[in-house]
């Protein structure tokens, strides 16, 4: 998962949530044999977030969902700090109570996807992630060939996995790539957000500037295998021409 570390200068409530608050919520990358054993109470589902920008949709997810347990994943320094501000009040970055069914992983998603056991998640999202639009950068983006049988392998069977994005660069790269994919069933991709699924700052945006976003939902197939294609689709007309 690439991304910037960092963007404006943190404020002292930030760094505060970083030293004190962070440690208290990271994934331990030693539970990622067992992950629900990392919970304070180990919980009945696993939900993977990759991505969780502002935190909108990771927060009403916990709150709606207390059954499952969710790991968060970011590396944006500032995304980190807007889920972390909303989780503990000022003063309590060090002792206030903190959600049971939370979880957060602040390295790159694609680490501890390769790192957790087989047929672990119950749900996976990745809700507006950058859509890297260079040719060269593809190779960045989460929804690629190459990451493709790492998710299968760690999602159940009939595991949903939930993707949306507004940039049509990626959207056709999405739908490219998961036409060449023997691992999931792929229904059309809704025009609307479905229901359930929490609303995100990035959606909002996107609305406001005209963008349409579209919504996928897989489902793993029980024993899909190799996908048809092991290269990524291609690009023509330069390094900065449309993949889709």
Avoid at 58 to 77: D, K, R, S
Wanted: glycine share 8%; aromatic share 8%; proline share 9%.
């Amino acid at each position: 998962m690439y991304g910037r570390a960092r963007g404006h200068r943190l404020r002292p409530r930030q760094e505060r949530l970083l030293e004190a608050t962070l440690p208290r919520l990271r994934f331990a990358a030693a539970c990622a044999a067992d992950p629900l054993s990392a919970f304070t109470s180990r919980p009945a589902e696993l939900w993977l977030e990759v991505g969780f920008g502002g935190g909108e949709h990771t927060l009403a997810q916990i709150a709606m969902h207390p059954e499952a347990g969710l790991i968060a994943c970011e590396v944006f320094v500032n995304g980190l700090c807007s889920l972390l501000s909303r989780v503990v009040p000022e003063g309590g970055e060090a002792a206030a109570p903190l959600p049971g069914n939370l979880l957060i992983w602040d390295q790159d998603a694609r680490t501890l996807i390769r790192a957790l056991p087989n047929a672990c998640l119950d749900r996976l999202f990745l809700l507006f992630p950058d859509p890297w639009p260079k040719a060269r950068h593809a190779k960045r983006r989460f929804v690629h060939p190459a990451l493709l049988s790492d998710i299968a392998r760690v999602l159940k069977p009939d595991a949903a996995w939930r993707i949306a994005s507004d940039d049509p660069t990626h959207q056709g790269w999405v739908a490219d790539v998961l036409a060449a994919q023997a691992f999931f069933d792929v229904p059309q991709p809704a025009t609307i957000r479905p229901e359930g699924w929490p609303s995100t700052r990035y959606e909002a945006k996107a609305l406001t500037a005209g963008r349409k976003p579209l919504y996928w939902e897989l489902r793993r197939r029980p024993g899909g295998d190799s996908a048809r294609s092991d290269h990524a689709p291609a690009a023509s007309g330069g390094e900065d021409a449309v993949a889709s």
